[in-house]
């Protein structure tokens, strides 16, 4: 053998043996330890890992944001269905309000088509809806279904908890009421429903119907008995809505819906606890729109809380308000412990209506007239004196500051003519 060929021959014996050496049989890399091409493929590795868990953090912040949207929108949604059944419709579905508004619009309908009451009321409901909810036609128009009956459903859950904080406020406040101002003996249980109703004397006496005196023994008996001619139904106004809980035979429409625990009821849920305490003067009380411009703050510094009426920015009273008022406070003078459309034989969506058609659908201008007195006188119990926005341009123009600018106008024109 050639020296050539032994040292070629130990030259792969020597290789081979470094091959068996490495473990796991691995080929050694032809790139020295610490090469650039090591370095580069090692700094492409930990970029790919970086680049991974970034798109990673990416896709958990879009699911996290997505989820903290849908939040806050189905807060708003809650938020602003708590008015629905206290200013547009207590009973009627919103569903019910906008298929009313799409079928008038479908068949075209115009101010001579003939329409019933109820599907008036409805399209009445529908037209509160929309002012009540200024974003409601803008958001439906842009929203997939699903997302279109999320809302929907939100709204019914913000509607159904307003409802029920009303009604269990109302529990407690209406019996302190009853009992300050008829001074039951017994007074009433301001916790135990079941001995309310026409079983209590009191309750009862506010409950009667109008048009039946309470204070006659075989009125008292009739009605619990519920005989023939005592029976209460929605077709009678409760004493509790009139004037001093008593009617005129001849004007039942005299003091009609001017009942004192009527009153407190809507101020208790639409302004405040502590202004349902006063409602015997006309307008003489707290200034409630003129209070709120000015407490935005307190002295501290700290956030006013807001009532019901401010965060719907309601400065008005409106029929429905008051409707649903009644109905509040009619079921808290019962005995019904479970809030429920029907009691015995009184339908409270009927009377709902009855009052709702009261103030929407007087017969005549001078029926119409008188409503809207009655309206006034509302507005000013409750919110105050403050009715500037009410003022007639007629009205401003005979007050003494416009006055005094058209006669120093008539005085200056008169000076130039003589000149």
Same mark, same amino acid.
């Given at each position: 053998?050639?020296?050539a060929e032994g040292s070629t021959s130990d030259s792969v014996?020597?290789?081979?043996?470094?091959?068996?050496?490495?473990?796991? %049989?691995?080929?050694?890399?032809?790139?020295?330890?610490?090469?650039? #091409?090591?370095?580069?493929?090692?700094?492409?590795?930990?970029?790919?890992? @970086?680049?991974?868990?970034?798109?990673?953090?990416?896709?958990?912040?879009?699911?996290?944001?997505?989820?903290?949207?849908?939040?806050?929108?189905?807060?708003?949604?809650?938020?602003?269905?708590?008015?629905?059944?206290?200013?547009?419709?207590?009973?009627?579905?919103?569903?019910?309000?906008?298929?009313?508004?799409?079928?008038?619009?479908?068949?075209?309908?115009?101010?001579?088509?003939?329409?019933?009451?109820?599907?008036?009321?409805?399209?009445?409901?529908?037209?509160?809806?929309?002012?009540?909810?200024?974003?409601?036609?803008?958001?439906?128009?842009?929203?997939?279904?699903?997302?279109?009956?999320?809302?929907?459903?939100?709204?019914?859950?913000?509607? &159904?908890?307003?409802?029920?904080?009303?009604?269990?406020?109302?529990?407690?406040?209406?019996?302190?009421?009853?009992?300050?101002?008829?001074?039951?003996?017994?007074?009433?249980?301001?916790?135990?429903?079941?001995?309310?109703?026409?079983? /209590?004397?009191? /309750? %009862?006496?506010?409950?009667?119907?109008?048009?039946?005196?309470?204070?006659?023994?075989?009125?008292?008996?009739?009605?619990?008995?519920?005989?023939? %001619?005592?029976?209460?139904?929605?077709?009678?106004?409760?004493?509790?809505?009139?004037?001093?809980?008593? #009617?005129?035979?001849?004007?039942?429409?005299?003091?009609?819906?001017?009942?004192?625990?009527?009153?407190?009821?809507? @101020?208790?849920?639409?302004?405040?606890?502590?202004?349902?305490?006063?409602?015997?003067?006309?307008?003489?009380?707290? &200034?409630?729109?003129?209070?709120?411009?000015?407490?935005?703050?307190?002295?501290?510094?700290?956030?006013?809380?807001?009532?019901?009426?401010?965060?719907?920015?309601?400065?008005?009273?409106?029929?429905?308000?008051?409707?649903?008022?009644?109905?509040?406070?009619?079921?808290?003078?019962?005995?019904?412990?479970?809030?429920?459309?029907?009691?015995? &034989?009184?339908?409270?969506?009927?009377?709902?209506?009855?009052?709702?058609?009261?103030?929407?659908?007087?017969?005549?201008?001078?029926?119409?007239?008188?409503?809207?007195?009655?309206?006034?006188?509302?507005?000013?119990?409750?919110?105050?004196?403050?009715?500037?926005?009410?003022?007639?341009?007629?009205?401003?123009?005979?007050?003494?500051?416009?006055?005094l600018a058209r006669q120093r106008k008539q005085l200056d024109?008169?000076?130039?003519?003589?000149?």
């Amino acid at each position: 053998m050639s020296h050539a060929e032994g040292s070629t021959s130990d030259s792969v014996i020597q290789t081979e043996g470094r091959e068996d050496n490495s473990g796991g %049989g691995q080929p050694v890399s032809s790139c020295p330890p610490g090469s650039e #091409a090591q370095t580069s493929q090692s700094s492409f590795g930990e970029a790919r890992q @970086k680049r991974k868990i970034a798109e990673l953090e990416g896709k958990i912040f879009a699911l996290e944001s997505g989820r903290v949207l849908k939040e806050r929108q189905s807060n708003y949604y809650l938020a602003h269905g708590r008015a629905i059944r206290r200013i547009v419709a207590l009973f009627d579905s919103i569903e019910d309000l906008i298929n009313e508004n799409d079928r008038r619009y479908d068949d075209g309908y115009d101010d001579d088509t003939q329409a019933t009451i109820d599907e008036d009321r409805l399209q009445t409901g529908y037209s509160f809806l929309t002012k009540t909810l200024p974003w409601f036609l803008k958001h439906t128009s842009d929203m997939d279904h699903d997302d279109y009956m999320h809302m929907l459903k939100v709204l019914r859950q913000g509607a &159904d908890g307003a409802q029920g904080d009303d009604t269990a406020k109302l529990k407690t406040l209406v019996s302190d009421w009853v009992n300050r101002e008829l001074k039951p003996d017994p007074p009433v249980d301001s916790d135990d429903k079941n001995c309310r109703g026409f079983v /209590c004397d009191a /309750c %009862g006496r506010l409950l009667c119907p109008a048009e039946l005196n309470w204070n006659s023994p075989a009125v008292k008996a009739g009605i619990r008995d519920r005989s023939d %001619g005592y029976i209460v139904t929605d077709l009678s106004f409760p004493a509790f809505v009139y004037e001093k809980y008593t #009617a005129n035979a001849d004007n039942l429409e005299e003091g009609l819906f001017k009942g004192k625990i009527l009153l407190q009821g809507y @101020k208790a849920i639409f302004t405040s606890l502590s202004s349902a305490k006063d409602v015997e003067g006309d307008g003489d009380g707290a &200034d409630v729109i003129a209070n709120n411009r000015c407490a935005k703050k307190s002295f501290c510094g700290m956030k006013v809380k807001k009532h019901v009426a401010q965060i719907i920015k309601m400065d008005k009273v409106t029929p429905r308000s008051i409707a649903y008022a009644a109905c509040q406070v009619r079921f808290a003078l019962s005995s019904v412990t479970s809030w429920w459309s029907i009691d015995g &034989d009184f339908d409270y969506i009927l009377f709902w209506r009855c009052i709702v058609d009261f103030f929407e659908r007087p017969p005549g201008q001078e029926a119409r007239r008188r409503v809207e007195k009655l309206l006034e006188w509302w507005t000013r119990k409750v919110f105050g004196r403050s009715r500037r926005e009410d003022l007639s341009n007629t009205a401003k123009a005979g007050m003494s500051v416009n006055a005094l600018a058209r006669q120093r106008k008539q005085l200056d024109d008169a000076a130039f003519d003589s000149d």
